[in-house]
T-cell receptor
Framework: KAGVTQTPRYLIKTRGQQVTLSCSPI?????VSWYQQTPGQGLQFLFE???????NKGNFPGRFSGRQFSNSRSEMNVSTLELGDSALYLC??????????????FGPGTRLTVL | QKEVEQDPGPLSVPEGAIVSLNCTYS??????FMWYRQYSRKGPELLMY????GNKEDGRFTAQVDKSSKYISLFIRDSQPSDSATYLC???????????FGAGTRLFVKA
């Protein structure tokens, strides 16, 4: 079974630009979560989508947005990039958000560098 | 104050040592407690999860949860150089609740 894939793996942008990252979950998984990982802050939750609806949202500014398509693939967009947005962006998929614990499977991440 | 606190290290130990990694938390609603391992240039992978308080063992790894103290631990016995990675604790209320991660502890096991 294929794992979670993220594209692109590496990205270099300049301040003020916008960027779109893509995540393909494991087949059959309907929940996709996005995280930002930086050395100082660790893994911080951005948002979660389930069946094309945003179910949870972290404490990030409105420049960070996302969406999920009917095939469960997800994209996140960051507009008006700032230097502080440089980070590893991780996507994780799981079977469902309801009921008991659902293991999250992570992709390899997209390394975004903002110059 | 962060909901989950974890010492970032780095922690350096000789091969064969017992490693103790810890996290504290403030939200009493957390019910599921996880430990992830992340190798360089990879995404985190789940090592173990525990529901509520108690211990759980899996090979060389033991996870402990003390909800009364809001403290969780991961012990690695007979540590190996291949255990060198960043270890992240994570917690969730389960179901539709979001998962909160610690900052991660970098572990180096020297041969």
């Amino acid at each position: 079974k294929a794992g979670v894939t993220q594209t692109p793996r590496y990205l270099i942008k300049t301040r003020g630009q916008q960027v779109t990252l893509s995540c393909s979950p494991i087949s059959g998984h309907r929940s996709v979560s996005w995280y930002q990982q930086t050395p100082g802050q660790g893994l911080q939750f951005l948002f979660e989508y389930f069946s094309e609806t945003q179910r949870n949202k972290g404490n990030f500014p409105g420049r960070f947005s996302g969406r999920q398509f009917s095939n469960s693939r997800s994209e996140m967009n960051v507009s008006t990039l700032e230097l502080g947005d440089s980070a590893l962006y991780l996507c994780a998929s799981s079977w469902t958000t309801s009921g008991d614990y659902n293991e999250q499977f992570f992709g390899p991440g997209t390394r975004l560098t903002v110059l | 104050q962060k909901e989950v606190e974890q010492d970032p290290g780095p922690l350096s130990v000789p091969e064969g040592a017992i490693v103790s990694l810890n996290c504290t938390y403030s939200n009493s609603a957390f019910q599921y407690f996880m430990w992830y391992r992340q190798y360089s240039r990879k995404g985190p992978e789940l090592l173990m999860y525990t529901y509520s308080s108690g211990n759980k063992e899996d090979g060389r790894f033991t996870a402990q949860v003390d909800k009364s103290s809001k403290y969780i631990s991961l012990f690695i016995r007979d540590s190996q150089p291949s255990d060198s990675a960043t270890y992240l604790c994570a917690m969730s209320g389960g179901g539709g609740f979001k998962t909160i991660f610690g900052a991660g502890t970098r572990l180096f096991v020297k041969a």
